[in-house]
């Protein structure tokens, strides 16, 4: 009893500060008023599909940077030259290399030697040279590409950082993503195109001297800004944006225009008070981004340390380019190569949504448990809520956000977790009706239990961390929930419900024990012949098979309705009233240039989608979009805008189909090492029909495939295999009790004792995601229809199509053993 005492007293202490953890994020916030002001930060953030706001993924452009750090290594190289009596030409930039004439043609072989020998700190070379009749051509080595894009992208975050905090944007989130790309994430910011523009820019400010014409190889021809003009100026800048103190939105005093009034720090105060002193009376030239802003002729030495940028400037522009310039520049340009925008008012109904969709898959879950196992429901369900409330203090002590497939992610988590508790009380009551008492029963039951919830929790965390790992954004958000989900159920379901089971026996342990029975399947466990399901394993198999090969055909006709995530372009959603009619906005659109957009109703009516191809002015081909629409009606609301590059979709497609891939392999090797062959060769085989058939359930119902999709795939492949995976380990324990009965008797023996929990676990997780399937909406119908079909075809072919596979396999390799026996003793 002590014992007993010690657990309870330490699971309480991990329950109470798990619930600790997550009340900040259950509890409304006036209730925790007098709550510290740490602790009412301790809760889950909102993703923006459920709060509003944008999303946008920048991306470093590595052409120029690399260009321009060849062409500084290429004049070192220069000097090298020199100093070796080597002639040669000017750095020439072209494309992704840079081209350095050497004369005569007789110096290029030692030209190669030097050139190959530029090494950085640690010894690595930092040119690949090869050469082109009388040019070398240089470029980047591999290591000096990684380290150039990598100080690029962490000194672009700093930039983007200090520009984002400039324009007063509340909680951003700027993350680096991958090796190039910049993850910025904007909370309530529902129209991004000023951030994105500004977020973009590279705001690169240089100060020259305005050629005068004695030295051409050594200047630069600049257009205007805005009067059209062509300036030749000198190439070398004599001061640059890094010794700007700050800048700040002004006013001409003559001509009351809008400027921005700069103040250098001490070293260009005194830089800038040379240049001016000694260049009197020539133009000066103000260059931003490699555009002439204006280029005013010194009169006086300015040895202030201040001066003003004037243009024809509006406030807007002139205040946005003194904030640029106090952020300071970027290193390279970004790319906006994915953007994604949400309304306040969706995201307000996506939370309604998933809450209530998750309320009633929770109800509908501890119904079902209470109505099947009456006061022992009681049990499970109470350590199901203890589960949700640990996987929220988790994820919050993580600092994870919240994301619709989030929430999917732990509705799923709590009707697989329910799955444990089904195996476990099913294995109690086939030990109480062996004759144990009840202490004893619980006890093997636990046992018996304990290495089938492993070995399928394990080949369900390789989905999700697979998921984790090739996913983005939302889907990473769903498999980390998933993940957590899955790890707290092995501590309430196998620790804490045994702890609550064994406080429910402690009066009578040694009296027999009788679970609850539900009509109809107390005869179905004590029927003397067990079903037999083998009798069709030819017929399951051939239909099986058929209903894949009918589906793979179908991608090729019609196909499966790609979202922008793979196909690449813009997906904007339209509310418009009522009154007005599809062909009005085609017609709009038509006249507005755009002739390749696409227009579809969306849910309810006023809701359209408008899906444009993808291209490089994605941001102008949204405005104009938007301006058409609300042409027709001053009313129009744009709740949801997608755009996602080509780049980024192609790799939407291999990392997608990589993680599929690696999904499949990973649990296969994970069978092969706890099960016989035959059994992982069934699990694998039966897992591609299964994925085989999903894919043809998104051809015939038209669901959009995206990467919620992909997560929905992943899901079933892991909940696919945990099911075999109980069926296959009870077909291993009976061959261990019984190593002279046949396989296929065997199979039908087990697959009639495990009946029963595999038809309660795939119930409970199909009513655990059904409100999501109904009430979800477009939002979430990638992830729940599909998962909801999945159910309905991993139990079902684990019955009728894995156990015969792997009789048959079982049978085929003795057979195939003698033939390469009696073919060895053949002389």
Do not use: C
């Not at 672009?156 to 700027?174: A, C, K, Y």
């Amino acid at each position: 009893m002590n014992r007993f005492r010690l657990r309870a007293a330490a699971y309480a202490i991990v329950i109470l500060l798990g619930v600790l953890a997550a009340l900040p994020s259950i509890l409304p916030p006036a209730s925790l008023q007098r709550a510290p002001e740490w602790y009412r930060q301790h809760h889950l953030s909102l993703g923006l599909d459920l709060q509003g706001g944008s999303h946008v993924l920048l991306k470093v452009e590595q052409g120029p940077l690399l260009a321009e750090k060849t062409r500084k290594i290429a004049q070192e190289l220069g000097q090298r030259l020199d100093r070796n009596g080597i002639q040669h030409g000017r750095p020439v930039v072209d494309g992704d290399q840079v081209r350095l004439a050497i004369r005569p043609a007789a110096a290029m072989e030692a030209a190669l030697r030097l050139a190959a020998d530029i090494r950085d700190d640690q010894g690595r070379r930092q040119l690949s040279v090869t050469h082109d009749g009388p040019s070398l051509v240089l470029r980047p080595s591999s290591s000096l590409s990684q380290q150039v894009i990598s100080d690029a992208v962490e000194r672009s975050l700093d930039v983007v950082r200090r520009r984002i905090d400039e324009t007063g944007v509340v909680e951003p989130r700027v993350t680096r993503q991958g090796n190039d790309a910049i993850l910025v994430q904007l909370p309530g910011v529902t129209d991004p195109e000023r951030i994105t523009a500004l977020l973009g820019r590279t705001a690169r400010l240089t100060f020259h001297l305005v050629a005068d014409g004695s030295s051409p190889d050594r200047s630069l021809v600049l257009p205007g800004a805005e009067d059209g003009r062509r300036y030749q100026v000198e190439s070398t800048p004599l001061l640059d944006g890094g010794q700007l103190a700050d800048a700040r939105l002004g006013f001409d005093s003559r001509t009351h225009q809008p400027v921005v009034n700069f103040t250098l720090d001490s070293d260009g105060a005194r830089l800038f008070g040379d240049i001016t002193t000694h260049n009197v009376g020539r133009p000066f030239a103000v260059v931003l981004d490699g555009e002439v802003i204006t280029a005013p002729v010194i009169r006086t030495p300015i040895t202030a340390g201040r001066g003003e940028i004037s243009g024809n400037f509006t406030p807007r522009q002139a205040g946005d380019l003194a904030m640029l310039l106090r952020a300071g520049s970027l290193p390279a340009p970004l790319q906006v190569v994915e953007q994604r925008t949400v309304g306040a008012e969706l995201g307000g109904d996506t939370i309604r949504m998933g809450v209530l969709s998750g309320a009633l898959g929770a109800a509908l879950v501890l119904v079902f448990m209470i109505s099947i196992y009456r006061r022992w429901g009681v049990i499970a369900n109470t350590a199901l809520a203890i589960n949700v409330l640990l996987v929220l203090g988790l994820l919050a002590s993580f600092g994870a956000t919240l994301t619709l497939p989030g929430i999917a992610g732990l509705i799923l988590g709590v009707g697989m977790a329910v799955d444990a508790n089904i195996l476990i009380n099913e294995r109690i009551r086939e030990e109480a009706e062996k004759g144990k008492n009840a202490m004893a029963a619980l006890r093997a039951g636990f046992q018996r239990a304990f290495a089938t919830i492993v070995d399928a929790n394990i080949t369900t965390l390789i989905a999700v961390g697979l998921l984790f790992g090739f996913g983005s954004g939302p889907v990473r958000g769903f498999a980390v929930t998933m993940a957590v989900g899955l790890l707290v159920s092995m501590f309430t379901s196998v620790s804490v419900t045994r702890l609550l089971m064994e406080w429910r026996l402690r009066r009578r342990q040694r009296q027999p024990l009788a679970l609850p029975e539900v009509p109809g399947f107390q005869r179905l466990r004590q029927r003397q012949r067990p079903i037999q399901f083998m009798r069709v394993k030819a017929l399951g198999i051939v239909l099986s098979v058929l209903l894949s090969v009918l589906s793979l055909g179908s991608l090729a006709w019609p196909g499966l309705n790609q979202g922008i995530d793979f196909l690449g372009g813009t997906a904007m959603e339209v509310q418009v009233p009522a009154s007005l009619s599809e062909n009005a906005l085609r017609q709009a659109l038509r006249d507005a240039g755009l002739t390749d957009a696409a227009l579809q109703p969306f849910a309810d009516d006023g809701h359209f989608l408008v899906r444009m191809p993808a291209s490089e002015n994605g941001n102008a081909a949204v405005e104009t979009a938007k301006t058409a629409i609300s042409g027709l009606h001053a009313d129009s609301r744009f709740p949801r805008v997608d755009m996602v590059g080509p780049a980024v979709s192609g790799g939407f497609v291999e990392a997608s189909i990589l993680a599929v891939l690696l999904a499949g392999a990973g649990m296969f090797a994970y069978l092969r090492l706890r099960f016989e062959r035959h059994f992982a060769w069934a699990a694998l085989i039966t897992l591609l029909l299964d994925v085989s058939k999903t894919l043809g359930f998104f051809v015939l119902t038209g669901v959009e495939f995206n990467l919620t999709a992909i997560a929905a795939l992943l899901t079933l492949i892991g909940y696919s295999v945990n099911d075999k995976v109980v069926v296959f380990d009870r077909i291993r324990e009976n061959q261990k009790l019984n190593p002279d009965q046949p396989l296929e008797t065997l199979i039908n023996v087990s697959l009639t004792q495990v009946l029963t929990r595999t038809l309660f676990t795939s119930a409970t997780t199909f009513l655990a995601l059904l409100p999501m399937g109904l009430l979800g909406g477009g939002a979430v119908a990638s992830f729940a229809l599909p998962v909801l079909f999945g159910i309905v075809v991993g139990t079902t072919s684990s019955m009728y199509i894995a156990a015969p596979m792997a009789l048959f396999l079982a049978r085929w390799r003795p057979t195939q053993r003698a033939d390469t026996e009696a073919l060895a003793e053949r002389p």
